[in-house]
């Protein structure tokens, strides 16, 4: 097997997204844990760019250990002689810097010509090779580069002595096998010493993952990745697919060094960080990625998981593939659940639950256990009712939020209040005083689900307990109702 470098940008490419800036604390957790999920470079920032920047990588230097910190530069000494010093404490360094090949760039960004180009790009890595050894260089542009005049820079940086070459698809623009060619013209055509070749590909035309891989399939080495795909624009290849595409197609003989089972994890620190919902079909880490709604496919799955399968959660850190009974759902999947619930029915009573579930589920989307139970004419678990009665919220510009609720369990009311820094936080803590379980919410989404100030307010909560993960629903048009419903539901969904 070869080995393929992961190279991670998410705290400078991904970070580049507005609204996802972190600061220097937040920033050292993500290096951690992409230390833990065992990433071989972590590109930490840019740091002639800000003093924050220059101070992450500082800090990050310091906290990571083994795998090698890397800082951007442009082909400009100063940013070369800045980067050198951020880097001072990392183990392993490398810094890259590089410029645009593009006529596009060279014409309108530098109003330069060809020669002068390459003429900066070496003089750039021969003055950071006087600071570091492992110097990578990027093409800016590259995918919209001439390959002739592409192929002549990169053999010039790689004389330089330049380690790693990195052919970015700035703007998304290539198709696979246009980049896949790309990379294999490189390969022919330079003498790359003990060069390497890297990918970094963009997602404007939804090709980032597919122009990698075709990439890594006509001989580069390393790509450049963020977590949940998130970077410039519309982002760059997200780690989890490329490394899963690797993984599941062992013909490709290619191996990297990802622990596999923490990618799930960091995908969620990663968006909770950055505030940055992951789309719910987003291959590998979106809530659905893994979860069959439809009766011909829950039947399937059920019978053998592979039918519908290609990857075992488990081994990207999901605990387990998810059912998810709605009105596409057929009689296996409910008979399944109800089996899971210690419900046994024969034929006659599954087909009359069946046509009452199908009704409810035209109404109401998302059935869950305590639906099913209802349906059943089951009595519930007397302390697996919980419902909010009431709620009132008292918040606003200036003042503290407060809230008080009522809680129906199990026919016994209970009421509470609680402040909070927001009016769904004083709710949650006032009812999270009531049921005094200890539940942590791991995912928080709320979404409007069609435009105006009068929409509904759709919330998915994502809660853990006892190392299990429960999932909650709700739509109110007040969004703080619908996140207290969302989180009662995922609790009420906790077996007694
Ligand atoms: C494709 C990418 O993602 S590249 C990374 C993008 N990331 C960032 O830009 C974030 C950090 N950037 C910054 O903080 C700032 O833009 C800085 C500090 C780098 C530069 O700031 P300023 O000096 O004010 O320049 P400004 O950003 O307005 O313009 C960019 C300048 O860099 C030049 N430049 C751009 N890329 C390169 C390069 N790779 N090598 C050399 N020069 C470059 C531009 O031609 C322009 O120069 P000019 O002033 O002679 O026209
Ligand atoms: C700086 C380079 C590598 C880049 O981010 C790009 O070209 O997209």
Known sequence: MEKLFIFDTTLRDGEQVPGCQLNTIE???????????????????????????????????????????????RAVEKDIEVAAEALKYAKNKRMHTGIG?????????????????LNRAVAAVSYAKK?????????????????????????????????????????????????????????????????????????????????????????????????????????????????????????????????TQKIYPLSKMVSNLMNMPIQPNKAIVGRNAFAHSSGIHQDGVLKNLSTYEIIDPKEVGIKDNSIVLTARSGRHALKSRLNLLDIKVDADELSQIYTKFLELADRKKDIN????????????????????????????????????????IAGEKFTNSSFGNGPVDAAIKAV??????QVTIQEFLIQAINKGSDDLGKVHMQIEYNDVVYYGFSANTDITTASVEAFIDAINKIPV
């Open 27 to 73: 920033k050292i957790e993500v290096a951690k844990a992409l230390e833990e999920l065992g990433v071989d470079v972590i590109e930490a920032g840019f740091p002639v760019s800000s003093p924050g920047d220059f101070n992450s990588v500082v800090e990050i230097s310091k906290a990571v250990t083994w795998p090698t910190i890397c800082a951007l530069t």
């Open 101 to 117: 090949t593009s006529d596009l760039h060279i014409k309108y960004k530098f109003n330069s010509t060809q020669e002068e180009i």
């Open 131 to 259: 600071f570091v050894e492992d110097v990578e260089f990027y093409a800016e542009d590259a995918g919209r580069t001439n390959n002739e005049y592409l192929a002549k820079v990169v053999q010039a940086v790689v004389n330089a002595g330049a380690t790693v070459i990195n052919i970015p698809d700035t703007t998304g623009y290539c198709l696979p096998t246009e980049y896949g060619e790309k990379i294999k013209y490189i390969v022919e055509h330079v003498d790359m010493k003990n060069a390497i070749l890297s990918t970094h590909c963009h997602q404007d035309l939804g090709m980032a993952t597919a122009n990698s891989i075709m990439g890594v399939i006509n001989g580069a080495r390393q790509v450049e990745v963020t977590i949940n795909g998130i970077g410039e624009r519309a982002g760059n290849t997200s780690l989890e697919e490329v490394v899963m595409a690797i993984k599941s197609h062992k013909e490709l003989n290619i191996e990297t060094n990802i622990n």
């Open 369 to 408: 256990d305590e639906d099913l139970l209802i349906l059943c004419g089951r009595e519930l678990n007397s302390t697996n009712r919980i419902k909010l009665e009431y709620l009132q919220i008292s918040s606003g510009k200036g003042m503290k939020s407060v809230a008080v609720v009522t809680l129906n």
């Open 432 to 437: 999270r005083e009531i049921i005094k379980r």
